[in-house]
């Protein structure tokens, strides 16, 4: 089992940035990739972004050139930059963590998720 805390949610204006954090314990040994999932108030949830252990990124075309995600394998923790948010960025945000083969990322760990709030 792995465990996942995020932190790092909160309310900002369009324009303005966040850092959201997620620390992972527990049978870390078993981490491949990580990521970050997203979903919106009445709609599906969607990838974000997600890093393999070699540090390979995927973006959704959504947030290219806007966010950054990153991890520090010491400390078992994946970041996502936040940069230039608009008000269709709000959504709760979740962490996970997976495999990556073949060229997909297949989530398996979730965390509780972390709201992320953007006013016009």
């Known amino acids: 089992q792995v465990q996942l805390v995020e932190s790092g949610g909160g309310l900002v204006q369009a324009g303005g940035s966040l850092r959201l954090s997620c620390a992972a314990s527990g049978s870390i040994f078993s981490i491949n990739a990580m990521g970050w999932y997203r979903q919106a108030p009445g709609k599906q949830r969607e990838l974000v972004a997600y890093i393999t252990k070699g540090g390979s990124t995927n973006y959704a075309d959504s947030v290219k050139g806007r966010f950054t995600i990153s991890r520090d394998n010491a400390k078992n923790t994946v970041y996502l930059q936040m940069n230039s948010l608009q008000p269709e960025d709000t959504a709760v945000y979740y962490c996970?963590?997976?495999?990556?083969?073949?060229?997909?990322?297949?989530?398996?760990?979730w965390g509780q998720g972390t709201q992320v709030t953007v006013s016009s």
């Open positions: 996970n963590t997976g495999n990556y083969y073949r060229a997909t990322y297949y989530p398996n760990y």
